[in-house]
């Protein structure tokens, strides 16, 4: 009998912003090229989850969505629902898809519980059939003292260490280790394997707005993310070109489909009266804006860093301190390694520094010349993983449906 074709369900912490979905749909993207008979699933809460490409292999699942008030605290998108009924709705869905889909591996991106201990149940069940568990972090979680407070009130320690079978670590130790001084035991650091960074190709991830242009003159990339605390970068890029008409380059402005609707309509008034500036909301396809840019001015998060790496742009990075201090812990220890120049958020009031800074990325040293060995080995890694993982699954219930699954592929790889 034919062995059936591996799946993978990921869940995408997406609260806040378009990183865990943006990480987790590359990682997808990956696992089916390898293996284009892969099929894989992703669960996630993010309203723009369906503006994005994927493969024919991947689809989605996009369970209600929440809106982040603060760390930690959240608000149903939906006003006519408690929290509680939505977190008992997006727990049942996720349950009941895991329990239909039937995967091989299901990857749980960054919150070991997910949003409020919603994929708690799923672990469980899913342990009982064999599944692989594994829980993806990216390089940066927090500084030590705050994981360890945030991980204990979540009760995420001993889903670490009783529930998941690996840990992949998107990123490298040099840049920075998240299990490092959070007290976890010997046996989690035996699960936990260091991927390197997840490279990013110019191919569109989705449809790209027709009031960015991007077979024009050269122009530097401003990118908030989500956008939803990116007004402080907006603002001092405006500043920059408002009061140095000097700087010399184009300026493009992705203000984040996340920002605050009246921010977007005061920087869209700023930017009309900019000759050398251009703004739009969103953009799904990052990728070619990005390969053509001239440099790169941008927030610290772990997506902009990877793209930064695999586009190979000068860069400078305003990394953000609050409510976590990810962005500054990357952005700094990038920075001492010759990959980036950083602003401080404390500088905003500084005009000039911006404009400076912009001026001088043409001459600013490229990310690649800094050669840190492995560090966009990333994804080549993770579906290395994955198809030994898989594997060892099948081969504890059937022999033959491994031996199948470890044939020589066939098809476009």
């Not at 990013?200 to 990339?221: C, F, N, T």
């Not at 990333?378 to 993983?385: F, M, N, S, T």
């Given at each position: 009998m034919?062995?059936?074709?591996?799946?993978?369900l990921?869940y995408?912490?997406?609260?806040?912003?378009?990183?865990?979905?943006?990480?987790?749909r590359v990682?997808?993207?990956?696992?089916?090229a390898?293996?284009p008979?892969?099929a894989?699933?992703?669960v996630?809460?993010?309203?723009?989850?369906?503006?994005?490409?994927?493969?024919?292999?991947?689809d989605f699942?996009r369970?209600p969505?929440?809106?982040?008030?603060?760390?930690?605290?959240?608000?149903?998108?939906?006003?006519?629902?408690?929290l509680?009924?939505?977190?008992?709705?997006?727990?049942a869905?996720?349950?009941?898809?895991?329990?239909?889909f039937d995967?091989?591996?299901?990857?749980v991106d960054?919150?070991?519980?997910?949003?409020?201990?919603?994929?708690?149940?799923?672990?469980?069940a899913?342990?009982?059939?064999g599944?692989r568990?594994?829980?993806?972090?990216?390089d940066?979680?927090?500084?030590?003292?705050?994981?360890?407070e945030?991980?204990?009130?979540?009760e995420?320690?001993?889903?670490v260490?009783?529930?998941?079978?690996?840990?992949?670590v998107?990123?490298?130790?040099?840049?920075?280790?998240?299990?490092?001084?959070?007290?976890v035991s010997?046996?989690?650091r035996?699960?936990?394997?260091?991927?390197?960074y997840?490279?990013?190709?110019?191919?569109?991830?989705?449809?790209?707005p027709?009031?960015?242009?991007?077979?024009?003159?050269?122009?530097?990339?401003?990118?908030?993310g989500?956008?939803g605390d990116?007004?402080?970068?907006?603002d001092?890029?405006l500043?920059a070109?408002?009061?140095?008409?000097d700087?010399?380059?184009?300026?493009k402005?992705?203000l984040g489909?996340?920002?605050?609707?009246?921010?977007?309509?005061d920087?869209q008034?700023?930017?009309?009266?900019?000759?050398?500036?251009?703004?739009v909301?969103?953009?799904?396809?990052?990728?070619?804006?990005?390969?053509?840019?001239?440099?790169?001015?941008?927030?610290g998060?772990?997506?902009?860093?990877?793209?930064?790496l695999?586009f190979?742009k000068?860069?400078?990075?305003?990394?953000?301190?609050?409510?976590?201090?990810?962005?500054?812990?990357?952005?700094?220890r990038?920075?001492?390694?010759?990959?980036?120049?950083t602003l401080s958020?404390?500088?905003?009031?500084?005009?000039?520094?911006?404009?400076g800074a912009?001026?001088?990325?043409?001459a600013?040293?490229?990310?690649?010349?800094?050669?840190?060995p492995?560090?966009?080995?990333?994804?080549d890694?993770?579906?290395?993983?994955?198809?030994?993982?898989?594997?060892?699954?099948r081969?504890?219930?059937?022999?033959?449906?491994?031996?199948?699954y470890?044939?020589?592929?066939?098809?476009?790889?």
């Amino acid at each position: 009998m034919k062995a059936r074709s591996p799946r993978v369900l990921i869940y995408s912490h997406d609260t806040f912003g378009l990183g865990h979905l943006r990480r987790c749909r590359v990682i997808a993207q990956a696992l089916v090229a390898h293996r284009p008979e892969t099929a894989v699933l992703i669960v996630a809460g993010s309203p723009v989850v369906g503006s994005f490409n994927y493969p024919p292999q991947v689809d989605f699942i996009r369970v209600p969505g929440v809106v982040k008030l603060g760390a930690d605290t959240y608000a149903p998108s939906n006003p006519g629902l408690s929290l509680e009924a939505l977190t008992e709705i997006r727990a049942a869905i996720i349950e009941k898809t895991a329990e239909i889909f039937d995967p091989d591996l299901f990857l749980v991106d960054k919150e070991p519980l997910g949003m409020r201990g919603e994929v708690g149940p799923t672990l469980k069940a899913l342990k009982g059939r064999g599944t692989r568990l594994v829980l993806g972090l990216r390089d940066v979680m927090d500084e030590p003292s705050r994981l360890v407070e945030e991980w204990t009130r979540k009760e995420a320690f001993q889903a670490v260490e009783e529930d998941y079978d690996d840990i992949w670590v998107y990123g490298l130790p040099q840049i920075c280790d998240p299990l490092a001084g959070i007290g976890v035991s010997a046996a989690v650091r035996d699960k936990a394997v260091f991927t390197g960074y997840l490279h990013r190709q110019d191919e569109p991830s989705g449809a790209l707005p027709d009031r960015i242009r991007i077979d024009e003159r050269p122009y530097v990339l401003v990118t908030t993310g989500g956008g939803g605390d990116g007004a402080m970068l907006v603002d001092w890029v405006l500043r920059a070109y408002e009061r140095h008409g000097d700087i010399g380059v184009r300026a493009k402005i992705l203000l984040g489909p996340f920002m605050d609707s009246q921010l977007q309509t005061d920087f869209q008034e700023r930017v009309k009266r900019l000759e050398e500036v251009d703004a739009v909301t969103f953009a799904a396809s990052i990728e070619p804006l990005f390969e053509r840019a001239a440099g790169v001015v941008a927030m610290g998060g772990y997506n902009t860093f990877c793209e930064i790496l695999s586009f190979d742009k000068p860069a400078v990075v305003v990394p953000r301190r609050q409510p976590r201090l990810e962005q500054f812990i990357r952005a700094s220890r990038a920075e001492e390694l010759g990959l980036l120049r950083t602003l401080s958020e404390e500088e905003h009031g500084d005009a000039s520094a911006m404009a400076g800074a912009i001026r001088s990325l043409p001459a600013q040293a490229l990310p690649n010349t800094a050669a840190v060995p492995g560090i966009l080995a990333g994804l080549d890694r993770i579906c290395e993983l994955t198809d030994r993982l898989i594997a060892d699954r099948r081969s504890s219930s059937s022999p033959k449906a491994a031996d199948a699954y470890r044939a020589p592929k066939t098809g476009t790889a």
